[in-house]
C-alpha cells in the first residue's frame, strides 16, 4: 500500500520561525530611544480621589484658606504636596450667595479627569443647558469627594457653576489631572 502525498503539502517538516527580525515582539517592554514615545501612565480616578481628600485634610488642618475669594487658585504647597505630577490641585473660597464657573474642559484635554472635594462650609454644582435653564443641582457633601463629568449640555453649549448654599464661606478644592 503505498502512501499518497497531496501536491499542497511540505515534503519536510516545517521551518521553526525566528522572532529575529520581528522588532515588535522583540522588543515589547523595552525601553524605546525615542522620548515621544515613552510611557506616561495617566492617574486613576482613584489617585484623584486620594490626593483630593489628603490635600483637603491637609488644608483644613493648616488653616491656610485662600484669601481672595470667588477664583479658582492654585492650592498651598502643603495641600499640593500629595499630589503627583500629573496632577493640579487648586482651591476656591466662596462667599455665602456667590458662585464661580465650575469646572470647564478645554478642547486639548477632553480627556482629563476631575474631581471636587468640600474643604468648608456648604456648595452645590449647578449644570445648566445653553438657554440658561438648570439641568441638575448635586451637593458637594462633607467628607466625600465628587468625580465631575462634561456638562450635560455637552461642553461648549452647556455650563458647570460652583454655588456656595450656605451662610459661611465654602472652600472647595479641584484635582484634575
Same mark, same amino acid.
Given at each position: 500500500?503505498?502512501?499518497?502525498?497531496?501536491?499542497?503539502?511540505?515534503?519536510?517538516?516545517? !521551518?521553526?520561525?525566528?522572532?529575529?527580525?520581528?522588532?515588535? +515582539? +522583540?522588543? !515589547?517592554?523595552? &525601553? *524605546?530611544?525615542?522620548?515621544?514615545?515613552?510611557?506616561?501612565?495617566?492617574? %486613576?480616578?482613584?489617585?484623584?480621589? *486620594?490626593?483630593? &481628600?489628603?490635600? !483637603?485634610?491637609?488644608?483644613a488642618r493648616?488653616? &491656610?484658606? /485662600?484669601?481672595?475669594?470667588?477664583?479658582?487658585?492654585? #492650592? /498651598?504647597?502643603?495641600? @499640593?504636596?500629595? !499630589?503627583?505630577?500629573?496632577?493640579? +490641585?487648586s482651591v +476656591?473660597?466662596?462667599?455665602?450667595?456667590?458662585?464661580?464657573?465650575? $469646572?470647564?474642559? $478645554?478642547? =486639548?484635554?477632553?480627556? *482629563?479627569?476631575?474631581?471636587? =472635594?468640600?474643604?468648608?462650609?456648604?456648595? =452645590?454644582?449647578?449644570?445648566?443647558?445653553?438657554?440658561?435653564?438648570?439641568? *441638575?443641582?448635586?451637593?458637594?457633601?462633607?467628607?466625600?469627594?465628587?468625580?465631575?463629568? %462634561? $456638562? #450635560?449640555?455637552?461642553? @461648549? @453649549?452647556? =455650563?458647570?457653576?460652583?454655588?456656595?448654599?450656605?451662610?459661611?464661606?465654602?472652600?472647595?478644592?479641584?484635582?484634575?489631572a
Amino acid at each position: 500500500m503505498s502512501r499518497q502525498v497531496s501536491p499542497t503539502a511540505l515534503a519536510e517538516p516545517a !521551518a521553526r520561525v525566528s522572532l529575529e527580525g520581528i522588532g515588535d +515582539v +522583540v522588543d !515589547a517592554g523595552a &525601553r *524605546s530611544g525615542y522620548a515621544h514615545l515613552s510611557e506616561r501612565c495617566a492617574p %486613576t480616578l482613584g489617585r484623584l480621589c *486620594s490626593a483630593a &481628600r489628603d490635600a !483637603a485634610a491637609d488644608l483644613a488642618r493648616s488653616s &491656610r484658606w /485662600p484669601v481672595r475669594r470667588g477664583r479658582w487658585q492654585p #492650592a /498651598p504647597h502643603n495641600a @499640593r504636596r500629595h !499630589a503627583g505630577e500629573r496632577m493640579r +490641585v487648586s482651591v +476656591v473660597a466662596l462667599e455665602p450667595n456667590s458662585f464661580v464657573a465650575g $469646572p470647564r474642559v $478645554p478642547g =486639548h484635554r477632553r480627556g *482629563s479627569l476631575e474631581v471636587l =472635594h468640600l474643604v468648608g462650609g456648604r456648595a =452645590h454644582l449647578i449644570d445648566s443647558g445653553p438657554d440658561g435653564w438648570m439641568r *441638575s443641582a448635586a451637593e458637594l457633601a462633607p467628607g466625600r469627594t465628587r468625580v465631575v463629568g %462634561t $456638562p #450635560a449640555g455637552g461642553g @461648549r @453649549r452647556g =455650563h458647570q457653576f460652583l454655588v456656595n448654599t450656605g451662610d459661611e464661606v465654602a472652600v472647595v478644592l479641584r484635582v484634575t489631572a
